[in-house]
């Protein structure tokens, strides 16, 4: 009988590094299955090579295959997504994509892609909800989920945008229970901008 082995623990540093690389990976799964906020292929498998490329975008450095394949065995262990073997290549399919953590971390890459590729036109695009005091906690929910995929809160039920992202917001009202209350403006200006501006380096 063999002995068992025994498992690594792993120092709170690398444990944050490890829960950086997860949110990545499935940021990186999610954005392979969107465009702008639209489903285009759910259930398709995506080669491992791709997600590499992603992530390399995301973060405009090298992680090491070896490193991502372990953050997907240990989502295929926890049944988030299936891997399969095809002419040497690995293959990875998200068993079910459309879940809060999985949209907030692509939205949240494909928020940060927009900042960095698109130039400022000078418009705001606003969330404004007013989720009823019953459901307070789903309203603080909604406003980390926000400030997380890079809105900037403008007023306690208000959170701004520079770049046009209403397929995005569609998206969420999909996943998230509260965004049912939200509506979503385009302002040519708002008052005391200077503070979203240097929040968003405008």
Request: aromatic residues 12%; charged residues 30%; proline residues 3%.
């Given at each position: 009988?063999?002995?068992?082995?025994?498992?690594?623990?792993?120092?709170?540093?690398?444990?944050?590094?490890?829960?950086?690389?997860?949110?990545?990976?499935?940021?990186?799964?999610?954005?392979?299955?969107?465009?702008?906020?639209?489903?285009?292929?759910?259930?398709?498998?995506?080669?491992?090579?791709?997600?590499?490329?992603?992530?390399k975008e995301f973060k405009k450095k090298d992680i090491p295959s070896a490193k991502i394949k372990r953050v997907l065995k240990n989502l295929e262990?926890?049944?988030?997504?299936?891997?399969?073997?095809?002419?040497?290549?690995?293959?990875?399919?998200?068993?079910?994509?459309?879940?809060?953590?999985?949209?907030?971390?692509?939205?949240?890459?494909?928020?940060?892609?927009?900042?960095?590729?698109?130039?400022?036109?000078?418009?705001?695009?606003?969330?404004?909800?007013?989720?009823?005091?019953?459901?307070?906690?789903?309203?603080?929910?909604?406003?980390?989920?926000?400030?997380?995929?890079?809105?900037?809160?403008?007023?306690?039920?208000?959170?701004?945008?520079?770049?046009?992202?209403?397929k995005e917001i569609a998206l969420i009202k999909k996943v998230v229970e509260s965004?049912?209350?939200?509506?979503?403006?385009?302002?040519?200006?708002?008052?005391?901008?200077?503070?979203?501006?240097?929040?968003?380096?405008?």
């Amino acid at each position: 009988m063999k002995k068992a082995e025994k498992s690594k623990t792993l120092s709170p540093d690398e444990q944050f590094k490890h829960r950086q690389l997860r949110e990545l990976v499935l940021a990186a799964l999610g954005v392979s299955v969107l465009i702008g906020g639209i489903v285009i292929t759910p259930n398709f498998p995506i080669v491992m090579g791709s997600i590499i490329s992603l992530i390399k975008e995301f973060k405009k450095k090298d992680i090491p295959s070896a490193k991502i394949k372990r953050v997907l065995k240990n989502l295929e262990r926890k049944e988030i997504v299936s891997l399969q073997i095809k002419n040497g290549e690995i293959f990875v399919s998200l068993k079910n994509w459309l879940t809060p953590s999985t949209v907030k971390y692509s939205l949240k890459a494909i928020l940060e892609l927009k900042k960095m590729n698109k130039q400022w036109k000078g418009k705001w695009f606003l969330v404004m909800f007013d989720v009823p005091e019953i459901q307070r906690n789903k309203r603080i929910y909604l406003r980390k989920f926000l400030k997380y995929i890079g809105f900037y809160g403008y007023q306690k039920s208000v959170y701004i945008f520079p770049y046009e992202c209403e397929k995005e917001i569609a998206l969420i009202k999909k996943v998230v229970e509260s965004a049912k209350y939200v509506s979503y403006i385009v302002a040519e200006k708002i008052e005391n901008e200077q503070s979203a501006k240097t929040y968003f380096n405008l």
